[in-house]
């Protein structure tokens, strides 16, 4: 393929300039971070820590993605499973483990 075919030699529209195209980043101060809104005092303590930590001494487990396409039918029997397990991946580990096994 020759390197003329990649790309077209002239634009049909010339680009637009950036929103901030003259204003000079050194005479404008940054916009504050937002301050993260507080958890209400009647939440449960579990709902005020972070959820993307681990405590000190706990690994975390090692997990694998997954995504598959199913037909409608799995997905309605998925989905009433997971209401009963509490989540899709908890229904799915307990029916793996169920018909084939723990490692």
């Known amino acids: ?4 075919m990649d790309r077209p030699m ?4 010339p680009p637009k300039p950036a929103a901030d195209d003259r204003v000079d980043p ?3 101060a940054p916009p504050a971070p937002a301050a993260a ?3 209400p005092a009647d939440a ?6 972070s959820t993307t930590s ?9 997990t694998v993605p997954l995504s598959n396409r199913i037909s409608v ?3 309605e029997v998925l989905e009433r499973a997971a209401e009963e397990a509490g989540s899709i ?3 799915l580990e307990q029916a793996i483990f169920a018909h084939w096994g723990r490692p």
């Open 10 to 13: 002239t634009l049909k529209r």
């Open 54 to 62: 681990t405590p000190r001494g706990k690994k975390r487990e090692l």
């Open 89 to 91: 991946r908890a229904a």
């Open 73 to 75: 039918e799995a997905s």
């Open 37 to 39: 809104p507080a958890p």
């Open 26 to 28: 050194i005479e404008v």
């Open 1 to 4: 393929m020759s390197a003329d």
């Open 44 to 49: 449960p303590a579990s709902a005020q820590q």
